[in-house]
């Protein structure tokens, strides 16, 4: 039952971290699965603070990948409606994978700062924030989801 456990965990930690570039898959929360999947078998323990701490960690990074565009929006100088652009262009992305992830919010932001009457230069910038904010949502997720895979290896070294 142990063997059949770790290779359940192995391919949903590895689908998570494929899901961080793919977007019809999750990723943290099924590399989180295949982190409890490891918990339950008799080889590998990990005390409840790591399986608190990591189940935090990706609520956190779940929540913070909808609003890292927005944030990007707004700290590369655009106003209010560049930052709900930047949202809205992400929650309309998601009906058009996958490229709709990363020009969602892009493009979102723009759109939100010319109704706004910015100029067309402020709401590139707020567009390009919107875009660096996804892909550093990006970046924390890979990383969360590569830290589930080194908690695998970990355990059998």
């Known amino acids: 039952m142990d063997i059949l456990l770790i290779i359940l965990a192995s391919l949903f930690m590895l689908v ?7 977007p019809a898959l999750p990723d943290p929360p099924l590399s989180y699965i295949g982190f409890l999947l490891l918990h339950f078998t008799d080889k ?10 990591l189940l935090l960690l990706v609520i956190i990074a779940q929540i913070i990948d909808y609003f890292i565009p927005v944030l990007g929006s707004k700290y590369s100088g655009g106003t209010k409606w560049g930052s709900w652009g930047a949202f809205i262009g992400s929650v309309i992305g998601l009906f058009f994978l996958p490229w709709g992830l990363i020009l969602g919010p892009f493009l979102g932001a723009m759109v939100g700062e010319l109704f706004g009457d910015a100029d067309i230069k402020s709401a590139l910038r707020s567009g390009a924030g919107a875009l660096l904010g996804f892909l550093l949502g990006t970046v924390m997720k890979l990383a969360l989801c590569m830290y589930f895979i080194v908690l695998l290896v970990r355990s059998f070294i």
């Not at 998570?16 to 793919?22: A, D, E, Q, V």
């Open 16 to 22: 998570g971290l494929l899901g961080c570039i793919l």
């Open 44 to 53: 590998i323990q990990f005390s409840a603070t790591q399986i608190i701490v």
